[in-house]
């Protein structure tokens, strides 16, 4: 089944502690992205990838890091997390070409006290 | 700069009646438009797109939109509303000249009223 998945789906943490928010695809896209959800905002790009070691800053990239090592992972650092992290993130991929849809994972809660 | 709004926080439509969900962009070349929607506690899914072509496009759901290049706009319909369309839903732009970025507008919850 083709799909981008998320892991973990819930996290509490503190200020401060490093975290590592990871996403994977099994649909060997090229395009993948980050986006934080919060209410009244919408949805904000944080940081997204064309390929392998390709990555760039969204709108929001401020406190965050990405890598990509690999085609299918995608994973979002948080390397000192604040309260003002405190969102729904979401990872999203699809294949390079502007006209593609985007495939979305379900989401990660984190609250970072 | 790119940009897109959903003018309506939230929109109420009775159960059998047609629903509108507005959406306009900016973009500085052509641009390639969707239609997400969300269901509580879920990812986001693809509705529709718009590339070129016919400005009438239709999608899932019994879900359609219109482009209309003169208004900038790509409002999503839907002839008769059911209960279950009840969701947020999200319209977004990527710009044909620089398609790395994409941006969402705000979202739009839509409430069908039984």
């Known amino acids: 089944e083709a799909q981008v998945t998320q892991n973990p789906r819930y996290l509490i943490t503190v200020t401060g502690k490093k975290l590592t928010v990871t996403c994977s695809q099994n649909?060997?896209?090229?395009?993948m992205s980050w986006y934080r959800q919060d209410p009244g905002l919408g949805l904000r790009q944080i940081y997204y990838s064309m390929n392998v070691e390709v990555t760039d800053k969204g709108d929001v990239p401020e406190g965050y890091k990405v890598s990509r090592k690999e085609k299918r992972n995608f994973p979002l650092i948080l390397e000192s997390p604040s309260p003002n992290q405190t969102s729904l993130y979401f990872c999203a991929s699809s294949r390079i070409s502007g006209q593609e849809t985007q495939y979305f994972g379900p989401g990660t809660r984190l609250l970072v006290l | 700069a790119q940009s897109v709004a959903q003018p309506e926080d939230q929109v109420n439509v009775a159960e059998g009646n047609p629903l509108t969900v507005k959406c306009t962009y900016s973009?500085?070349?052509?641009?390639?438009l969707f239609w997400y929607v969300q269901y509580p506690n879920r990812g986001l899914q693809f509705l529709l797109k718009?590339?070129?072509?016919?400005?009438l496009v239709k999608g899932s759901y019994g879900f359609e939109a219109e482009f209309n290049k003169s208004q900038t706009s790509f409002h999503l319909k839907k002839p008769s509303a059911l209960v279950s369309d009840s969701a947020l839903y999200f319209c977004a732009v990527r710009d044909m000249n620089r398609d790395d970025k994409i941006i969402f507008g705000k979202g739009t919850r839509l409430h069908i009223l039984p």
């Open positions: 649909m060997n896209h090229e395009y």
């Open positions: 973009v500085s070349g052509n641009p390639y």
């Open positions: 718009y590339i070129t072509g016919d400005n």
